[in-house]
């Protein structure tokens, strides 16, 4: 038959089954732990970037790519209508004032040099022609003026005849009017000759100054000439470097077309692009900086090109320190516009996260072993920082490397 178990027997089961629930509710509990570890997502420290949230001014600014191009370039024309004959500088070349850079043929304007030397020559025999003939002239008339005084005289005393023997009665009044009026006759062709003569020589002094100026404005046509033959030995006229030069031998080119371009190497500036969907951005004045390597240099925009090309707006920047050693010609730079400064404002360094247009809305923190999700938005940024506000706080640690792939979790476990 059955025997009542004892206390102590009671007890030892009772702590048996309770040490099998206890084991029990530990395996479930591991079990459950485990299967969460297993599908809650995870990253290594090491595979992010973060960045401390603090205080401190953004500016905002619009990103252009430029190049570094000489403030003061020199561009020479040729003087005439030429042939280009020899190249003795080429592009690159350092050249001091009077190095010559091409050598033009000058065979055309040779002939016109030549041609407009024999004209003046002509004009100067002319004008020695006009001169002698003139001077004929005018010795003809003062001869006729001389004979003319004499006949004149010889009226005045045939007058003074005829009076007298009027007065004594040996002549008559019709012989005394008839000697004043062979007098005045006389005299009024004195007049009209004398007349004749100063126009005479007015004339040889007009004739005279029209040759003068003839021969003056050949004068200076053969002297521009000439110096624009000179000029047909192109040469540099300042300091600094051959950037690009007309170098196809044998070409023509025209008066006024450029052939030479000469830069001057102690001064830069830069040249800028930037899609014109910014344009509006853009204005003369504006505060830039630039970046050269790891140098920032600032400047302001001196001038903006007025027409677009290829999608592209171009304008220029004016440097502070122009000279600076960092600058090389035709070397590729960053440009950042200054189009808005925070003076003070929460800010993070920039980083890919910030990249992505679906993270405008929300961050990662760092909370512990664990990057949560908090909402959050960006202001004004540039390459270096970017404003933040929302649920973020100075000293919080948010990631700044791209998380792509767990944009649509709310927490990510750190390993």
Known sequence: MDRELSAATKQAYKRKRLWQISAAIALVAAAIFGFRTLITPSIGRSEIRTATVEHGPVVATLTASGVVVPEHEQ????????????????????????????LLDRSFSQLAYDKLRDEQEMNQHKRVQLRLQLQKKLNALESQLAIKRMGVKSLQARLEDEQYLLKIGGGTQEQVKQAELNLKIAQQELAQLERDIASERELLKADEQELGFTLAMQGRTIEELERKMEQAEVRATHRGVV???????????NAGDVIVRLADLSSF???????????????????????????????????????????????????????????????????????????????????????????????????????????????????????????????????????????????????
């Open 75 to 102: 561009a020479i024309t040729s003087p005439i209508q030429a042939r280009i004959e020899q190249v003795v500088r080429t592009s690159g070349e350092e050249v001091q004032p009077g190095d010559q850079v091409l």
């Open 243 to 253: 950037t690009w030069v007309k170098n196809e031998i044998g070409s023509n080119v």
């Open 269 to 415: 500036k830069i040249k800028a692009a930037v899609s014109d969907a910014f344009a509006e951005q853009l204005q003369t004045g504006g505060e830039a900086t630039i970046r050269v390597n790891d140098t920032d240099l600032n400047g302001i925009i001196a001038s903006i090109e007025p027409t677009v090309t290829n999608g592209t707006v171009t304008f220029f920047v004016e440097l502070h320190e122009n000279a600076h050693k960092a600058l090389r010609p035709n070397l590729r730079v960053d440009v950042y516009v200054t189009t808005a400064t925070k003076p003070n404002t929460l800010r993070v360094k920039n980083g890919p996260y910030f990249n992505s247009a679906s993270n405008n809305d929300r961050l990662f923190v760092v909370r512990g072993d664990e990057l949560v999700q908090i909402p959050a938005s960006t202001g004004a940024s540039n390459t270096d920082f970017v404003e933040v506000e929302g649920s973020v706080q100075p000293g919080d640690e948010i990631v700044i490397s791209s998380l792509e792939d767990y944009e649509h979790l709310k927490k990510i476990k750190l390993d």
